[in-house]
């Protein structure tokens, strides 16, 4: 028995790709699938979001799609970032990761829309792979959807949609396998085994080829690209030894020699990371992956077995889709493949990155037209009774006067909910970032007792001023300081040379180790003693100690 059907719009860098798909059993059907080009320069990323917005008109006109659909966004949109937070239940999870995140993302937090994904789990940490979009990509976007005539269920990420296409058409995998999926801008990553699956992002895709070829040939960008495919697809012929053959092929092999680098390096930091295996099999996808010399290259470089990425097992197509172009298409389709599979696999991945209000306000938008024209109905309808009931003109004329004034500020109104509903998750957000700092309020109750502990242990001690000195990340690890200011009473006689300095240092020494003995420290620095007051006759000597915190129980 079929399941209802779904329309999926997979929105990449260079083309638009939709699809209307249903579940018979558990075989999925595409029963439709469309591809509308982006017309743009693809050197200007901030054009793409027009070129999207064009394009969803087309298939809105020309291939008759609307309505509500589950949109997907390119890696390059997108910021994929892989975090550890301590174990803890799912319902504090995204207070940890948000304040986690912000220390390893380069936007504010209230900036982006974000949604994570948990990709391993040990008891100890939990590994999640954090996913976040501007806000005003994210806005924009929505803008153009709405403009075209569709409401957004939701919006997901490329970048992890193939591990669901992957266990879909292969659900008895279970080799370490490692999918490339090549885009127009960039190509997505995805390392999977049997504990579940790594992703990473690279910026290198087909348009760095058109790069070459146009600095290559003295072109503009467009013109490469229209280069780049006749060529590629034998529309241009030239013989092997014509020299615009040559500059092709040399611009293809720099652009395998930089892919087949970039796949080793993100292979080793895989191995690094994960402490896992090399990947046994190589998968491509994508239409990058149709160049030729490619898989050989790769095949060459990491000593396994390359193919092409087969992502319609278990899929059947309807009788508009033109079976002769399923090797293409196979390669296309593996995204939307992903996002339909994604509730029939087990542990399916997927985020989404569409705010609730925005898709209240989208659905709102689509009937706003339909409550518009009803609202007109039903104030017209008393006149059709003016021709037989004449006596009654007068109430009707009222009424209808009633129902327009009481649409027409609804309608104003409008605007202005849509700007509050906007405000309201700004403030959600802030609001969210301000209960991971109450969180932390705990570290600093016990942290501070223990200081306290220390300091009534080493007597004749106190501390004049502590604050906290936070560092840049580097290597996407941030670091603390704790610098701790005080005085300590020196009861001997000052003065003459009597008082034994290196007592004083062992004594303020021994108070340093006692303040690193807290849970919240893990090092600190050689303590800064000032003997100018000594010196000065005065019976108090002042130091500065700089506490190293440990990161995994920030403050």
């Known amino acids: 028995m079929s399941s209802s059907k779904h329309l999926i719009i997979n929105c990449g860098a260079s083309r638009i790709t939709a699809a209307t798909v249903s579940f018979s059993s558990d075989n999925l059907v595409v029963e439709k699938f469309v591809t509308v080009n982006l017309y743009y320069d693809y050197s200007n990323e901030d054009a793409w979001l027009s070129a999207v917005g064009d394009a969803l008109r087309s298939l809105n006109k ?160 467009i013109q490469a690209e229209d280069i780049k495919h006749k060529f590629f697809s034998g529309d241009l012929n030239y013989s092997d030894d014509d020299s615009g053959t040559k500059g092709m092929s040399a611009c293809a092999d720099s652009f395998i020699r930089r892919m087949s680098q970039e796949i080793t390096r993100s292979i080793v930091n895989y191995r690094r990371q994960k402490s896992g295996a090399a990947p046994k099999r190589i998968l491509l996808s994508g239409r990058g992956a149709l160049l030729s010399g490619l898989s050989e290259q790769l095949s060459t470089s990491q000593k396994v077995p390359v193919g092409l990425f087969d992502s319609l097992q278990n899929v059947t197509l309807g009788g508009g889709i033109d079976s002769d172009s399923s090797a293409t298409l196979s390669l296309e389709i593996s995204e939307i493949i992903g996002a339909a599979a994604r509730d029939k696999v087990v542990d399916g991945a997927g985020v989404n990155l569409l705010p609730e209000a925005m898709q209240n306000s989208m659905e709102f938008a689509i009937k706003k037209p339909f409550l518009m024209i009803a609202a007109a109905c039903f104030a017209l309808a008393p006149w059709s009774a003016f021709v037989g009931y004449k006596q009654h003109s007068s109430d009707c004329i009222s009424a209808a006067e009633a129902i327009v004034s009481v649409t027409r500020p609804l309608i104003e109104r409008q605007s202005q909910i849509e700007k509050n509903a906007a405000q309201a998750v700004a403030v959600s957000q802030s609001i969210e970032l301000i209960e991971g700092l109450k969180n932390s309020k705990t570290n600093w109750i016990q942290f501070l007792a223990q200081l306290q502990t220390s300091l009534n242990s080493a007597e004749d001690a106190w501390l004049d001023a502590l604050s906290v000195k936070r560092d840049e990340p580097k ?59 000594l010196r000065n006759g005065l019976n108090v000597l002042p130091f500065s100690i700089n506490l190293v915190v440990d990161t995994s129980k920030p403050l």
């Open 62 to 221: 020309q291939h008759n799609f609307s309505g509500k659909a589950s949109f997907i966004i390119p890696g390059n949109q997108v910021l994929t970032k892989t975090i550890r937070i301590p174990h803890v239940e799912a319902s504090k999870r995204a207070q940890i990761l948000a304040f986690e995140a912000q220390q390893n993302i380069p936007y504010p937090l209230h900036e982006v829309v974000w949604d994570s994904q948990v990709v391993g789990d040990d008891g100890v940490e939990t590994e999640v792979l954090f996913i976040a979009c501007k806000s005003n990509t994210i806005n924009n976007f929505c803008a153009e959807v709405s403009q075209a005539g569709f409401s957004a269920k939701t919006i997901n990420a490329a970048t992890i949609l193939d591990y669901n296409a992957i266990q879909f058409a292969s659900p008895e995998q279970g080799e370490d396998v490692l999918l490339i999926n090549i885009g127009a801008r960039s190509t997505n990553l995805l390392f999977q085994n049997a504990d579940g699956f790594f992703v990473r992002n690279i910026q290198l895709g087909g348009n760095s080829l058109t790069q070459n070829i146009a600095d290559s040939l003295g072109k503009t960008f």
């Open 475 to 533: 290597n996407g690890v941030a670091s603390y300081e704790v610098v701790l200011q005080g005085q300590m009473l020196v009861r001997e006689t000052v003065g003459q040379g009597v008082v034994d300095q290196e007592v004083l240092s062992r004594r303020i020494k021994s108070l340093q180790s006692s303040f690193e003995s807290s849970d919240f420290i893990v090092s600190s620095e050689p303590p800064i003693i000032n003997w100018s007051s």
